[in-house]
């Protein structure tokens, strides 16, 4: 029996990962937790466990972070990142962490199963994108160190505003209010900031944000 732990702060999340095992016999969740703090606390109590599927985006303590502890701590472990996104900063990271393997939360439930017989047989389970990245990364390990230091981008201080309120969580109609605009003027911030911050969805805004200090 193979015994598995997922960390993740969407309950959503971890229910369709564990629904995609569920078709294996011989995988057994031992146990979930929402953020790398809680899953410390229960690998103190017991670290009988072969894999852990990690997250990265995470409050308290992020996969990244908890992947270099938990390494430290429980080599034997096993850990492959499951996450929905494919940067090349979260990749090299997470190979500098320790990461065992790394995989995208779309993937089917026989590619799942078969990433971890993969992982645990002494490979690296890897989306074919992320491989590619990955070579990209060993071929060019200097673009990622300064990627930060060349990349200049230019928000107004209107969009660092919403962006700052975006950040907490708020809805466009709240941000609207605080900052006395339509929520049609904050959408059209937003869509603003996307395209300046080249990217797709709230979280990864908030991230790029906050990793060039913008907020």
Avoid: C, W
Wanted: hydrophobic letters at 40%; zero cysteines.
């Amino acid at each position: 029996m193979l015994k598995i732990a997922i960390v993740d702060d969407n309950t959503f999340l971890i229910h369709a990962v564990k629904e995609k095992l569920s078709f294996f016999d011989e995988i057994s969740v031992k146990h979930t937790s929402m953020n790398g703090s809680e899953l410390l606390t229960k690998l103190q109590e017991s670290h009988n466990l072969d894999l852990i599927l990690m997250d990265i985006e995470m409050p308290v303590l992020n996969g990244i972070e908890t992947t270099q502890i938990v390494k430290q701590k429980y080599p034997h472990i096993k850990i492959i990142m499951l996450t929905a996104f494919d940067n090349d900063e979260h990749i090299f990271n997470a190979i500098k962490a320790g990461a065992d393997g790394y995989l995208l939360k779309e993937i089917n439930p026989q590619e799942l199963y078969n990433g971890i017989q993969e992982t645990l047989s002494g490979g690296a389970a890897m989306n074919p994108s992320i491989a590619m990245k990955t070579l990209k990364l060993l071929r060019n390990p200097i673009d990622i160190q300064n990627s930060t230091d060349k990349e200049e981008i230019s928000l107004s201080m209107r969009e660092i505003e919403v962006l700052e309120q975006l950040s907490k969580g708020l809805s466009y109609t709240i941000i609207a209010e605080n900052l006395f605009l339509s929520p049609s003027t904050v959408r059209k911030h937003i869509e603003n900031i996307y395209k300046k911050l080249q990217v797709h969805s709230k979280i990864e805004a908030v991230q790029k944000a906050k990793n060039h200090n913008i907020i």
